[in-house]
């Protein structure tokens, strides 16, 4: 089993920064990949970023060229840079596991005013 604990999130402006960040523990070691949704109000959950064990990474369009996703051995960063409006939203953090079972976080919350 896997535990996701995401922080980072806040109010911030257009054109600011926010680095969001993921701690996991428990089963830790048998994480395939790692990513990062956001899920508007009235939206569904969207993919934002992800990476995988063998190194590819996967964006949004929306957010290319301003969002980066990194990691180490037990924690998942999203930095996001230039934001705007439309980027509020709750943020959730995600793991798959070799079992092919995924575990989400409690999200947290970015609000980007104009």
């Known amino acids: 089993q896997v535990q996701l604990v995401e922080s980072g999130g806040g109010l911030v402006q257009a054109g600011g920064s926010l680095r969001l960040s993921c701690a996991a523990s428990?089963?830790?070691?048998?994480?395939?990949?790692m990513g990062w949704y956001r899920q508007a109000p009235g939206t569904q959950r969207e993919l934002v970023a992800r990476m995988t064990r063998a190194g590819t990474t996967n964006y949004a369009d929306s957010v290319k060229g301003r969002f980066t996703i990194s990691g180490d051995i037990d924690h998942v960063y999203l930095q996001m840079n230039s934001l705007k409006p439309e980027d509020t939203a709750i943020y959730y953090c995600n793991v798959v596991v070799h079992a092919q079972e995924d575990y989400w976080g409690q999200g947290t919350q970015v609000t980007v005013s104009s």
């Open positions: 428990g089963r830790i070691f048998s994480i395939y990949a």
